[in-house]
């Protein structure tokens, strides 16, 4: 019963390729996210959707497309890969809104190691 | 536009002292303020929530943060570090309220806390 579920774990692949990644959440939540998690450890959130819509979309070359067939899930797949997509990708869920005594944290995958090589 | 300051890269700590991990933000209006542990090769595990009331808030494994508005921080404490807390930490803010693009979750860029024995 994982709550934010991604799949592969490792994704090793040539340059030139186009991969997906898989996420589903089983908690309800009705906004999802994409984070990058480069060699420095630093997390760049990518996309978000509020019930299967875009809302957030930072600047992420087009190469980059996501999709959510439903509010559980949020797929996002890559073409042409190159050496920099190489990062960790991590999808998180969060209810919208929020306060006290409410959820308001985001829940995280365990993350997909993506190696281009 | 959103923030999050983690002006350390590092923090060490001997085993059974007290440990500091600071944070300062920058969000226009009430923030909802958050921090995560990420263990080696794990994705991110929240810790503990500053929503709304309380300015000390409690979190998993001892962990205590504090909510200064006027200093805008949110600096994670534990009265008495234990050699597992070494982790990579991160702070995160995101507006209150609403949804949309305000459900965007913004990080710093982690400190790294070494325990050491």
């Known amino acids: 019963d994982t709550a934010v579920s991604q799949t592969p774990k490792y994704l090793v692949t040539q340059m030139g390729n186009d991969k997906s990644i898989k996420c589903e959440q089983n908690?309800?939540?009705?906004?999802m996210y994409w984070y990058k998690q480069d060699s420095k450890k630093f997390l760049k959130i990518m996309f978000s959707?509020?019930?299967?819509?875009?809302?957030i979309n930072e600047t992420v070359p087009n190469r980059f497309s996501p999709k959510s067939p439903d509010k559980a899930h949020l797929n996002l797949h890559i073409n042409s890969l190159e050496l920099g997509d190489s990062a960790v990708y991590f999808c998180?869920?969060?209810?919208?809104?929020?306060?006290?005594?409410?959820?308001?944290?985001?829940?995280f995958g365990q993350g997909t190691r993506l190696t281009v090589v | 536009a959103q923030s999050v300051a983690q002006p350390e890269d590092q923090v060490n700590v001997a085993e059974g002292n007290p440990l500091t991990v600071k944070c300062t933000y920058s969000?226009?209006?009430?923030?909802?303020l958050f921090w995560y542990v990420q263990y080696p090769n794990r994705g991110l595990q929240f810790l503990l929530k500053?929503?709304?009331?309380?300015?000390l808030v409690k979190g998993s494994y001892g962990f205590e943060a504090e909510f200064n508005k006027s200093q805008t921080s949110f600096h994670l404490k534990k009265p008495s570090a234990l050699v597992s807390d070494s982790a990579l930490y991160f702070c995160?803010?995101?507006?209150?309220?609403?949804?949309?693009?305000?459900?965007?979750?913004?990080f710093g860029t982690g400190t790294l806390l070494a325990v050491q024995p």
């Open positions: 998180a869920s969060s209810p919208i809104g929020g306060g006290l005594g409410k959820t308001t944290e985001a829940f």
């Open positions: 908690l309800g939540h009705d906004t």
């Open positions: 959707y509020n019930n299967k819509e875009l809302i």
């Open positions: 969000v226009s209006g009430n923030p909802y």
């Open positions: 500053y929503i709304t009331g309380d300015n």
């Open positions: 995160a803010v995101r507006k209150s309220g609403g949804g949309g693009a305000t459900n965007k979750l913004i």
